[in-house]
């Protein structure tokens, strides 16, 4: 084979160098037309040369020709390579390559051949492109397109089952027999798997197990067909990891278990937990446990946990200590959904014995009940009982149990658990009584133990007796025509119960006297017609009608009230049909609320009242003071003088301004002054039988007002000077009982009577008693 490529190679490269290779050919006339002209044109278009030549270079590729005959011809090339990698004889046309060429790297070359005319640079032909096609040799080894390869295949799968796939390629010719085919091996890990010509992996045993080894690593090599191999690019690592597959059974890391709970482990709650090994997979466990020994199933559950291999031991009901204090039996761990057919053996490691010890606890008290349900009659005898509950302690001690209800005032309970009504039950009031118990255990002591209280409800219904009498179902408001006709109907009326409305209730309605102009026929289904007896109703002197009728049940002992139903007459047209009713008159309710707020306003007066009484009553001896001696007066101006001044006030006043002018009006004579023009009114001198009276201290206060009236230059900033003008404006002139102009005593104040209620408290004060006596 070899050598027939390399014989085809060397006639190509002889047919190329003599010229005689090419698609189009001259077309020449005959000889003996020699006076017809030649058709010139190019007489190749394509060249070929194998790459990767040894030879001596720059080595031959072909010969450009024309038909043109033209001894000054000259041949040029332009395109890829001319010039550099490609040169022309301009003379002979001849094409040499001046470097070995790798079809791997260009495979094809496009030129254009030029002539010219060498003497005029005329262009002789017309371009002509042309190729320079490299030919491959085998000469690349195959390359794998990465170094690392990943595949899977389920554990324990047969012989043949494809894992994954690897490729490589080669660079040479594909066209060429031989030049690019890639053969596949596996260098390192033949003994587990195998490779096909198309690179696909398969399994070479059938009994490749993941619990033994999870990840292979092999080798793989990839060749050409002339044997050719790159010992860097030509081998690549495949990575095989095995899937799991659930195919081994749970086994207990241990034969026995022992555990401890408290008897008042919650329901659900953890007792203990079992340690199993699978090893397999966690999503492909689906471990299971069952009891073989101890039938104790009704009592524990094992909830499995397939990411810790463990059971896990939760009570399905109350453990008692005081009935069984030690729980024995044998579990068995197994996986229904193994792949028997892989899998190994059932091992008797799968079976383990169990002992669960129950510790004593101290609980609260247990009721008989989880709830009570009690019926009892409204309005019974408050000392009868309405029923009783029972708990007792459930450990060994059996203490003594304590009743009481939670946040009731209607009920009570004995020591002995019954239970007994406060107050009469009223069934329209509460049908139901919702309470709870509480249980305690009781200590040596008799005392309560409060963490040891036990909650029960207990429902009290409050059953029925016919204790209320029959009323109206509506607020009836029936009219009738003055001309209405005997018989005529007027309404319908019915009555309601706030007892029980059992179907067999039975309503009767009477009228209390027949001498209306109505009467009663009942319809015998709780129901009566009030009908016109007589007819023509006369409005001009009733327009309203008062029926009383009495409604009476069938219940034990029936109940009869007497209901009034007010009926006005109107006037109506021909038709029947109402024109004019007298509006019924409104009652004016008072609410409770309303009623207390004018009770409440009624004592605020009432206490303001008092209050005022009492403050008159003080005034009255408050001006008593006007009546005092000279001798009281000496404390009055100083607080008039001074504001703030009094008894508690020693401070505020100078009384050694007094005692200066006393000790002057010993001493020396009055001081006389020419009378000046005064600034204010002239005040009038209080009388020797005034309040300022007689002795030293009259002396001293009739100075010290001659100097203020007198003295023209100070500021009528005196107290004296105030209170002496006060209400000058006034026909009452002042009022103040240090005034100097006047005697109240010469004032009539009966003028106050007539300035109205205003004034009549000053009036009363200022005015003259019976006797003629002016009150102060």
């Known amino acids: 084979m070899a050598s027939y490529s390399h014989f085809l190679l060397l006639f190509f490269l002889i047919l190329t160098s003599s010229g005689a290779y090419g698609d189009h050919f001259s077309k020449s006339v005959t000889n003996d037309n020699s006076h017809r002209r030649m058709k010139r044109e190019w007489i190749w278009n394509k060249m070929h040369i194998p ?40 003379f002979t046309g001849d094409v040499s390559v001046s470097e070995t060429l790798d079809r791997e790297k260009k495979a094809e070359y496009e030129l254009t051949a030029l002539i010219f005319n060498r003497l005029t640079n005329q262009q002789l032909e017309e371009p002509s492109k042309f190729r320079i096609i490299v030919h491959d040799i085998n000469d690349n080894a195959p390359v794998f397109v990465q170094k690392v390869f990943n595949g899977s295949v389920v554990e324990m799968s047969p012989i043949g089952t494809s894992v994954t796939k690897v490729t490589a390629v080669d660079s040479d010719d594909p066209t060429l027999h031989g030049h690019a085919d890639v053969f596949y091996e596996v260098t390192d890990g033949k003994n587990y798997f195998r490779i096909d010509s198309s690179g696909t992996i398969y399994t070479a045993v059938p009994d490749l197990d993941r619990e033994q080894k999870a990840t292979y690593t092999i080798q ?50 953890e007792v203990g937990r079992l340690k199993v090994e699978d090893i397999d997979e966690p999503e492909n466990r689906d471990t299971k446990y069952s009891f073989r020994q101890g039938h104790y199933q009704d009592t524990f559950k094992i909830i499995p946990n397939r990411y810790t291999n463990e059971g896990i031991i939760q009570p399905t009901k109350p453990l008692d200590f005081e009935k069984i204090p030690v729980y024995r039996f044998v579990v068995e761990a197994t996986d229904a959904n193994i792949n028997y057919a892989y899998s190994m053996r059932k091992s008797p490691e799968s079976i383990a014995s169990v002992i669960i010890k129950v510790i004593d606890v101290d609980e609260p008290p247990v009721f ?260 005092k001696n000279e001798e009281e007066i000496h404390e009055q101006l100083v607080a008039y003088d001074e504001e703030g001044g009094g008894e508690m006030d020693t401070t505020s006043y100078d009384v050694s301004v007094l005692n ?29 039988n005034g309040l300022s009276g007689t002795g030293e201290m009259g002396i001293m206060i009739e100075m010290k007002k001659y100097e203020a009236d007198n003295d023209g230059d100070l500021l009528p900033y005196d107290t004296l000077h105030i209170f002496g003008y006060e209400g000058a404006e006034s026909i009452a002139e002042s009022l103040s009982s240090l005034g100097s102009g006047s005697s109240d005593l010469d004032i009539d104040y009966d003028f106050l009577n007539d300035w109205g209620p205003r004034f009549k408290m000053l009036a009363e004060l200022y005015g003259l008693e019976p006797n003629g006596d002016l009150v102060y």
Not at 666 to 673: E, K, L, Q
């Open 220 to 269: 793989v090599k990839a060749r050409d067909g002339k044997g050719l191999h790159a010992e860097e690019l030509g081998t690549a690592t495949v990575i095989i990891k095995l899937i799991d597959i659930n195919d081994n059974f749970p086994t207990f890391k241990q034969k026995n278990f022992t555990f401890e709970v408290p008897e008042n482990v919650s329901l659900n709650g």
């Open 368 to 627: 008989t009940q989880p709830s009570y349900t009690f019926t009892v009659q409204e309005e019974g005898a408050i000392k009868m009982p309405v029923g009783c509950v029972s708990a007792s302690d459930p450990d060994k001690a059996k203490r003594k149990i304590s009743y009481h209800i939670l946040r009731s005032t209607s009920f009570e309970i004995s020591t002995n658990g019954c239970i007994f009504a406060t107050k009469r039950l009223d069934r329209e009031e509460n049908t139901w009584h919702n309470i709870t118990v509480a249980a305690n255990e009781l200590d040596q002591n008799k005392k309560v133990v409060p963490r040891l209280e036990t909650h029960v409800p207990v429902y009290i219904k409050v059953t029925d007796i016919n204790d209320n009498a029959p009323e109206f179902a509506f607020p009836y408001d029936p009219r009738v025509c003055e001309n209405a006709a005997p018989g005529q109907v007027i309404i319908r009326i019915s009555a309601t119960d706030k007892d029980e409305m059992s179907p067999d209730v039975k309503f009767k309605f009477f009228l209390t006297s027949e001498d209306s102009n109505f009467t009663l026929i009942g319809n015998h289904d709780n129901t009566a017609n009030v009908t016109v007896k007589f007819g023509e109703f006369n409005r001009e002197l009733v327009k309203t009608h008062f029926l009383p009728i009495i409604i009476s049940d069938n219940g034990a002992p029936p109940q009869t009230s007497t209901n009034t139903l007010t009926l006005r007459v109107c006037k109506c047209d021909e038709e029947g049909d109402f024109t004019f009713c007298e509006e019924p008159a409104k009652l004016v309710g008072v609410g409770l609320q309303v009623l207390l707020a004018i009770l409440f306003c009624i004592f605020t007066i009432l206490a303001l009242t008092m209050l005022l009484i009492v403050w008159r009553r003080g005034h009255k001896k408050d001006l008593s003071v006007l009546r």
């Open 660 to 688: 200066s002018v006393r000790q002057r009006s010993i001493t020396s004579p009055r001081m006389t002054r020419e009378a000046s023009s005064c600034n204010y009114p002239q005040v009038q001198k209080i009388p020797e």
């Open 51 to 90: 790459e990767e030549q040894n030879g001596t270079l720059p080595q031959h590729v072909g010969k450009i020709t024309s038909t043109v005959k033209n001894p000054n011809a000259k041949y040029v090339l332009e395109g890829e390579g001319a010039g550099s990698l490609f040169r022309v004889d301009e």
